[in-house]
C-alpha cells in the first residue's frame, strides 16, 4: 500500500459525459501528478500540483483540467469524453516540488461506452 | 528531449535464471533514472532509482541496476528469477530542471516459466 488512494476504482460512462477522478496523496506529501495509461500511448505524464500550484504540464487534452486543494487532495476532471480517453488514470505523489520518489496510487480504470 | 526505450517489450525467463531487461535513455542533462514495477491490476510500485552518487543501485526484491553513462544505459538485473517477479517493468527518466514529471519507456512485460 503506497499510502495513496484514488477513486472511484472503476467508471464507466458515455460519450460527451464529465467524470471528476479524486486523488488524495501521502500523508505529508505536497506534489501530485496525473498520469494516463493507455495500450496505445504507454504512460503519460498529464499534470502536476504542487502545494496548491500547478507546477508542470504534459500532454494534457483542454478537454481536462485538474485542480489541487488546500487539504492536497488533488481531482481530475474530464469532459466531452471520447472513446479513446478510456484507459487507466493514475496519481502519484511526493514529497517535494521535484520529487523524484513518487508514490502511485492503484489507479483509476475509466472506460467511455 | 528527454525519451526512454525499453528494448523488448516481452522477456520471458525459467525459474531461477538471470533477467535482465534493458533501458537505454537520451538526455541533454544528467538524468534520474527509476524502474517501477507494474504487478497485474495494480498501481505503480519504485523498483529502485539512480540520482547521483554509486552508478549500482540496489532496489527491492533482489533487483538491481547500473547506470552508464557512456552508454546511455540503466539496464535492471536480478541473479535469480522468481515466479513472483512477473509483472511489467518500467524505466522511467526525470529531469532536474523540468520538474519531477516523469517519462516512462514502452514497459517490458517479464514472464517466468516453471
Known amino acids: 500500500d503506497s499510502g495513496v488512494t484514488q477513486t472511484p476504482k472503476h467508471l464507466i460512462t458515455a460519450t460527451g459525459q464529465r467524470v471528476t477522478l479524486r486523488c488524495s496523496p501521502r500523508?505529508?506529501?505536497?506534489?501530485v501528478y496525473w498520469y494516463q495509461q493507455s495500450l496505445d500511448q504507454g504512460l503519460q505524464f498529464l499534470i502536476q500540483?504542487?502545494?496548491?500550484?500547478?507546477?508542470a504540464k504534459g500532454n494534457i487534452l483542454e478537454r481536462f483540467s485538474a485542480q489541487q486543494f488546500p487539504d492536497l487532495h488533488s481531482e481530475l476532471n474530464l469532459s466531452s469524453l471520447e472513446l479513446g480517453d478510456s484507459a487507466l488514470y493514475f496519481c502519484a505523489s511526493s514529497l517535494r516540488e521535484r520529487g523524484y520518489e513518487q508514490y502511485f496510487g492503484p489507479g483509476t480504470r475509466l472506460t467511455v461506452t | 528531449a528527454q525519451s526512454v526505450t525499453q528494448l523488448g517489450s516481452h522477456v520471458s525467463v525459467s525459474e531461477g535464471a538471470l533477467v535482465l531487461l534493458r533501458c537505454n535513455y537520451s538526455?541533454?542533462?544528467?538524468?534520474?533514472l527509476f524502474w517501477y514495477v507494474q504487478y497485474p491490476n495494480q498501481g505503480l510500485q519504485l523498483l529502485l532509482k539512480y540520482t547521483t552518487g554509486a552508478t549500482l543501485v540496489k532496489g527491492i526484491n533482489g533487483f538491481e541496476a547500473e547506470f552508464k553513462k557512456s552508454e546511455t544505459s540503466f539496464h535492471l538485473t536480478k541473479p535469480s528469477a522468481h515466479m513472483s517477479d512477473a509483472a511489467e517493468y518500467f524505466c522511467a527518466v526525470s529531469l532536474y530542471n523540468q520538474g519531477g514529471k516523469l517519462i516512462f519507456g514502452q514497459g517490458t512485460e517479464l514472464s517466468v516459466k516453471p
Open positions: 500523508s505529508g506529501d505536497l506534489s
Open positions: 500540483y504542487y502545494n496548491g500550484e500547478e507546477r
Open positions: 538526455s541533454s542533462v544528467p538524468p534520474y
